[in-house]
């Protein structure tokens, strides 16, 4: 079964074309690697076993099923388990290139250590030393397994339901069948006068200006509290800062929700105080008015956020060398200009990069408005697309996905999501050491 | 003399400007408590003054006797718990490999994590729902793990590679050539030095759960099976009945343990929350 191979290097060729062949034949017939081999090619064996059913979940993945308004409803194609085992075996399909191209890289390595060191490993050494390449793959396995099958395949999933008729009332599987829209549901959208297109705009607009604003206001509330407790040699600093982070203490969904009740138009704790005050003789329409209920949300994040910028600006202060304080002093600097010139451009270059990933995650700050306002005042599209006047984008795919059962609109405010927030994630990432380093 | 009057000013200046800040954040919490002792049940009949209608441990009493409060703890226990050491486990070793080798498609896989992590994971409920449904973890806690456990993954990884990066590779290439397997030289020369990123992340990964309530209200379906969150707030406060003081005194149980917890570990969480995103 041995076949002599050239330590010159001339039977690449050789070792190349029969890895590819088949995966793992390069191992078995030239290098004498039969466990490995053998391993690869039992994967191979797996996949043409399975192929037939592959195949037929595939062309499922392209009809998205009939519909058979004759069969009971447990027997009719269900388009949607079709498309998430399409979805599914898309991304096996992936992990097995993935390995094939592994098992002809290793193939042709094994080969050129054969024509350096003039022998063939035996198996002992191999699997000692497999199992100290197999490391990095095997650590890494449990990683790229969950992200696949939980958050990958359900994110190209629900990328794919943009391009479908999955809504409530006509197309809800079991009972009937889901087809392929192309951009009807992005045409929907952003064109023409509409009830949805005139609620995307106001809802876009809203989430963008709540997570410029929600960022800005915690941020420098953060900044301002972290400055004056550590400026102004307070006793009661100590005593100040526990109280400032209790807000981060509380989980959200709580606080948010005592809140909402407290801020209750008719019977809340706030507008009640206020009356009994004289303050005001009718209650404050703090949730419904919707542009007071916006500047509420602002305020209310301002209560739950400035303690993380808080503590973060103050370590990131103490980090600061006492002798520049000092240098400062010496030529004659007050204390604003030391602020001013020194501790604000220091801090504004570290935390870069949290602000804005704290951005990114202001504008997917579900809690916040969620549990705050639940979306509400209602406003005048309301009764058709389920936004009400805080709503943002995460809190309106939310709506529509549970109550309204819009699948299809959904999936297209998730690809907004991702278009406007990807350009930040990506200059984040080039602002890493690690890229800018060129480690990678 | 006239400086030490502007310095006067200027302290009476920040310190009510501290006591005003201190007001406003203290304000909601007071009325947790009040509520919880409060009698009488929904936020109408609360007295603006805190504790003005006098105490009661009534709404204690019915959440021990009338509701599974006990039950949702020890299912938000121990969803945190095995959540935190999973992804301690599953990211610390993931955040090894890519921090330490060189593969193919490292560069491309850091990216798409990258990308990943700004998706609010509830994007993916459906499919999240029907793939939980085909492996049996419908209303089951692992099955909640395993969709919190993915879902902290992206962004984990990141944040501890990044912070691995930091250590010198001197330090692991001294251990291997001392003859000890990559797995070894991890578990006793990486995991000790990036220790504050760990207990960071064990902490964040841990205090998440009991404030979610999307996935719970998704995958679990039975009373026995809630969370805390989930069970508070479809038991107490929905469209049809307001409970506050019953809700309030359900949240102050859950919320002492964590303002004990925040408040002794603030130092500690001001170093390794500046460590951990400065070093980026």
Same mark, same amino acid.
């Given at each position: 079964m041995q076949i002599k191979v050239q330590t010159d290097g001339s039977s690449r060729k050789q070792v190349l074309i029969s890895s590819i062949l088949f995966m793992g034949l390069g191992h078995i017939l030239y290098l004498k690697e039969?466990?490995?081999?053998?391993?690869?090619?039992?994967?191979?064996? @797996? &996949?043409?076993? @399975?192929s037939p059913m592959i195949m037929s979940k595939l062309i499922n993945l392209v009809t998205l099923g009939n519909s058979q308004p004759n069969l009971p409803v447990k027997q009719r194609d269900n388009s949607?388990? &079709?498309?998430?085992?399409?979805?599914?075996?898309?991304?096996?399909?992936c992990v097995f290139i993935a390995i094939y191209i592994i098992s002809v890289r290793s193939a042709l390595k094994s080969y050129e250590e054969y024509c350096i060191f003039g022998w063939l490993k035996n198996e002992k050494n191999i699997i000692s030393d497999t199992a100290q390449k197999a490391f990095p793959i095997l650590a890494l396995a449990p990683t790229v397994g969950l992200v696949l099958f939980f958050v990958v395949v359900p994110l190209i999933f629900s990328a794919c339901v943009a391009f479908t008729n999955y809504a409530a009332p006509d197309h809800i599987p079991p009972n009937n069948t889901v087809d392929w829209v192309g951009f009807a549901n992005f045409k929907a959208m952003f064109v023409g006068g509409t =009830?949805?297109?005139?609620?995307?705009?106001r809802v876009a607009i809203w989430t963008l200006v709540w997570g410029a604003l929600a960022t800005f206001t915690c941020y420098f509330g953060g900044m301002i509290m972290a400055v004056s407790l550590n400026q102004s040699k307070l006793k009661l600093a100590p005593v100040f800062r526990t109280i400032f982070i209790l807000p981060y203490a509380v989980p959200a969904v709580v606080s948010m929700l005592v809140w909402n009740n407290l801020l209750n138009g008719s019977f809340g704790v706030v507008n009640r105080t206020l009356i009994a005050l004289n303050i005001t003789s009718a209650g404050v329409?703090?949730?419904?008015?919707?542009w007071l209920a916006k500047f509420v949300c602002v305020l209310i994040n301002l209560w739950a956020g400035f303690p993380y910028f808080m503590l973060l600006i103050t370590g990131s202060m103490t980090a600061i060398s006492a002798d520049i304080y000092e240098a400062a002093k010496i030529d004659g600097a007050n204390q604003f200009q030391i602020f001013k010139k020194m501790i604000l451009p220091i801090v504004l270059y570290q935390t870069t990069p949290l602000i804005i990933m704290s951005f990114t995650h202001n504008i997917n700050n579900f809690g916040a408005i969620f549990f705050l306002t639940n979306g509400y005042p209602?406003?005048?599209? !309301?009764?058709?697309?389920g936004a009400g006047g805080t709503d943002i984008l995460v809190t309106w795919i939310y709506k529509l996905t549970v109550n309204l059962l819009k699948y299809n609109y959904? =999936?297209?405010?998730?690809?907004?999501i991702f278009v406007v927030l990807a350009p930040f994630a990506i200059y984040n990432f080039r602002n890493t050491k690690a890229y800018k380093d060129g480690e990678m | 003399m006239n400086s030490k009057v502007i310095k006067n000013i200027n302290l009476a200046f920040i310190l009510s400007f501290l006591m005003l800040t201190s007001l406003f954040v203290i304000y909601p919490l007071i009325y947790i408590v009040s509520g919880a002792f409060a009698p009488g049940n929904s936020i109408a009949t609360l007295s603006i003054i805190p504790f003005g209608d006098g105490i009661t441990l009534k709404h204690f009493e019915d959440l021990f006797s009338k509701t599974d409060y006990v039950q949702w703890f020890?299912?938000? %226990?121990?969803?945190?718990? @095995?959540? !935190?050491?999973?992804?301690?486990?599953?990211?610390?070793?993931?955040?090894?490999?890519?921090?330490r080798f060189q593969f193919t498609l490292k560069k491309s896989m850091m990216m798409t994590m990258l990308i990943l992590q700004i998706f609010p994971s509830f994007v993916g409920m459906v499919a999240i729902y029907v793939i939980l449904l085909r492996i049996g973890g419908l209303d089951t806690l692992w099955g909640l793990i395993l969709v919190y456990l993915a879902g902290n993954i992206p962004y984990n990884t990141w944040m501890v590679k990044s912070y691995m990066d930091t250590i010198p590779k001197s330090l692991d290439e001294a251990a291997r050539i001392d003859g000890a397997s990559h797995f070894k030289t991890f578990r006793t020369i990486i995991l000790p030095v990036a220790r504050p990123i760990i207990i960071f992340l064990g902490i964040s990964s841990f205090t998440a759960p009991w404030m979610d309530y999307i996935f719970?209200? &998704?995958?679990?379906?039975?009373?026995?099976?809630?969370? %805390?969150? %989930?069970?508070?707030y479809s038991s107490f406060l929905t469209e049809k009945k307001n409970e506050f003081t019953t809700f309030a005194a359900g949240a102050l149980l859950i919320a002492i343990p964590f303002i004990i917890f925040f408040v002794l570990m603030q130092k500690t969480m001001m170093t390794s929350m500046g460590g951990a995103a400065v070093k980026e």
């Open positions: 039969y466990v490995k081999g053998v391993f690869y090619a039992l994967i191979e064996v @797996c &996949m043409l076993l @399975c949607i388990f &079709m498309l998430i085992d399409g979805v599914i075996i898309l991304a096996v399909i =009830a949805w297109s005139t609620g995307f705009v329409p703090w949730l419904s008015n919707a209602v406003v005048a599209d !309301s009764t058709t697309t959904a =999936a297209v405010l998730a690809i907004v | 020890k299912n938000t %226990l121990f969803i945190a718990v @095995c959540t !935190s050491l999973a992804t301690v486990i599953v990211s610390s070793l993931g955040a090894y490999v890519f921090s719970p209200k &998704m995958v679990l379906r039975s009373s026995s099976k809630q969370t %805390l969150a %989930l069970g508070l």
